[in-house]
């Protein structure tokens, strides 16, 4: 969400809706807002090849008659009205008024798909505890300018960038460095690259059953974490009482969100899983790989078709693929965090319910929720619905 008093180095991306909703990342400070550069364009399909901006804070003004008067004021954008306004006297004590300037800039750049924010940290320097830290302006002085900065910058990420055969050399390089940590990769039309660490594998399988209802996995997919928007980062967590929070098990990229993409994931998940079981002497279970999930049709069938590929694979299986898949529909259950968030995005959508009853909307959807949590034995011959049994609290 939007703060209206940003403070600190920071960069985040916001939706053309987010934008209007918050009149254009309007904050409560004093700035003026200052050109950018005339090559961008407000519906670049990027970012960085947006119409850029910037935001000037005037600092603040406050009673010289501190700490008595605690008094505050927002400084005039126009310098003859400033100085019409420095010349007046505290609205509250009557005592002299002093002008505290900052120089924080902070940059926008309007594309397609919204906006993209950071203050100039480079110049300014990153936030301490004491203050800014050092900028890159110690290292030269014609990296005083703002614009030589976004240059040398750009120098830089760009290099990074690399596609093709730098992209190949990267990869390889990246493989070579780090020979355990790709645990598997395709390439095409479905890419997924999975990675894990030895620790990671370890904090699958327990032979504890933690007392609290933190035990099994939890799978949940993150967008806009990549580049590109349609790439995801998969991740599969569990808790680590050592740590006393939850840590990844398995990260993915996915090039994609469709059921073969999570099929790859999981597969990987269940057979690293099994390799893990086996080496602690644990038997390996269907109830080993039961999980919590957001209610994403591809990801159920991910997991589904992943549960099936693994089983049939083992020379211990001794069920059919139909009896594969229903018992992996019962290891489902949905987060009910993120049923309650999609009952909060349809109940805004006006085509869908009208805006007089939407009110009653969340009420009788959210209240479904509750009901089965105080009644889990009404839903009866109905569990095998795939559905439904994400919604039916799991006793884990």
């Given amino acids: 969400d939007w703060d209206y008093w940003p403070d600190g180095n920071f960069e985040c991306d916001f939706t053309v809706e987010e934008v209007k909703v918050t009149s254009g990342l309007m904050t409560h400070y004093a700035t003026i807002v200052g050109g950018g550069d005339k090559t961008g364009k407000s519906n670049a399909d990027c970012w960085q090849n947006g119409k850029r901006a910037t935001r000037k804070c005037l600092g603040v003004i406050f009673c010289a008659n501190q700490p008595s008067c605690q008094a505050f004021t927002r400084p005039n954008t126009k310098p003859k009205t400033l100085e019409k306004q420095l010349q007046g006297s505290c609205g509250t004590c009557g005592s002299e008024l002093i002008h505290e300037p900052c120089d924080v800039r902070s940059i926008l750049w309007k594309w397609e798909r919204g906006i993209h924010f950071r203050p100039l940290g480079l110049l300014v320097g990153p936030r301490g505890v004491t203050g800014p830290g050092k900028s890159v302006a110690d290292i030269s002085d014609v990296l005083l300018n703002k614009d030589r900065i ?107 969100a469709s059921t073969n993409h999570f099929k790859y994931h999981f597969m990987v998940l269940f057979e690293r899983m099994a390799f893990e079981a086996e080496e602690q002497d644990i038997p390996v279970t269907d109830e080993l790989f039961a999980g919590v999930m957001d209610f994403s049709e591809a990801e159920r069938g991910g997991f589904i078709e992943g549960f099936v590929s693994f089983w049939l694979e083992r020379s211990d299986n001794t069920r059919n693929e139909r009896e594969l898949l229903e018992a992996a529909a019962l290891l489902l259950r949905g987060c009910r965090e993120h049923f309650r968030a999609g009952v909060t995005r349809i109940s805004r959508a006006g085509a869908i319910i009208p805006v007089p009853r939407q009110e009653e909307f969340v009420r009788r959807a959210v209240g479904l929720l509750i009901f089965l949590q105080q009644y889990p034995g009404w839903s009866g011959g109905f569990e095998k619905n795939m559905h439904l049994c994400c919604l039916i609290h799991g006793e884990r």
């Fill in 150 to 256: 976004a240059k040398e910058r750009q120098k830089i990420t760009r290099g990074a960038d690399g596609g093709g055969d730098a992209f190949v050399a990267t990869f390889a390089e990246f493989t070579t460095t780090y020979p355990d940590f790709l645990i598997f990769h395709i390439f095409g039309p479905v890419t997924v690259l999975s990675l894990q660490t030895p620790f990671m594998r370890s904090k699958l399988v327990s032979k504890n059953t933690l007392d609290e209802p933190i035990n099994g996995l939890v799978n949940d997919a993150a967008h806009g974490f990549w580049k590109e928007r349609n790439s995801l980062l998969m991740i599969t967590s569990v808790y680590c009482p050592e740590l006393f929070c939850w840590v990844p098990g398995l990260m993915s990229f996915t090039n994609g």
